[in-house]
């Protein structure tokens, strides 16, 4: 029930095309569900996060969707540039107290030209 | 920026041997937390730290395993005799609050042969 199952594995995307990456949850206490960017070599960095009350949350190019009666969310990445090759973890947490994150496995993102 | 600063950024040991891995996190956290990454795996939670104290810890954290807050800046990690099967990236985390944003380091190779 702590699980965060994530797909796909890997992900090839055209310069200016959509990424899209999808998450699923079963837990029901998480109330908090952000997105990691990681660069080869480099710890996790928070991307993007939402909160269950909302359906959708957008930062620039960056657009999580979160379905709460099917416990998924995903995340979209318009416009994809080569920068954004990276491998990218949806995660979850129950917010209230100290709480570990919960990963999903990860999606290794490769945008070509 | 603030950042999660972590030593030594590889380390190389001998089965058996100890290692202590070390971590400053951000200046005005409270919350300090061990995540572990086996390569090409997801990021896992090992245990997490308040008040000088283990919060919460998984399954992973057994008794090899031991954290410290040993001065007000440096909080270890401290496997005892290391395994094998103790390869991989360790991320140290920090965070104002138990709910708020984790913010990682740049992780320690950790290499036993």
């Known amino acids: 029930q702590q699980q965060v199952k994530q797909s796909p594995q890997s992900l090839i995307v055209q310069k200016g095309g959509i990424s899209i990456i999808n998450c699923a949850y079963e837990n029901t206490a998480f109330d908090y569900f952000p997105w990691y960017q990681q660069f080869p070599g480099k710890g996790p960095a928070l991307l993007i996060a939402?909160?269950?009350?909302?359906s959708e949350k957008k930062e620039g190019r960056f657009t999580i969707s979160f379905n709460k009666s099917a416990k998924q969310f995903s995340l979209h990445i318009m416009d994809s540039q080569p920068g954004d090759s990276a491998t990218y973890f949806c995660?979850?947490?129950?917010?209230?107290?100290?709480?570990?994150?919960?990963f999903g496995k990860g999606t290794r993102l490769s945008v070509i030209a | 920026e603030p950042e999660v600063t972590q030593t030594p950024s590889h380390q190389v040991t001998q089965m058996g041997q100890e290692v202590i891995l070390r971590c400053v996190p951000i200046s005005n956290h409270l919350y300090f937390y061990w995540y572990r990454q086996i390569l090409g795996q997801k990021v896992e939670f090992l245990v997490s730290f308040y008040n000088n104290e283990i919060s919460e810890k998984s399954e992973i954290f057994d008794d090899q395993f031991s954290v410290e807050r040993p001065d007000g800046s440096n909080f270890t990690l401290k496997i005892r005799s290391t395994k094998l099967e103790d390869s991989a990236m360790y991320f140290c985390a920090s965070s104002v609050g138990g709910g708020n944003i984790q913010y990682f380091g740049a992780g320690t190779r950790l290499s036993v042969l």
């Open positions: 995660a979850a947490q129950r917010r209230s107290g100290n709480t570990p994150l919960v």
């Open positions: 939402i909160r269950p009350d909302v």
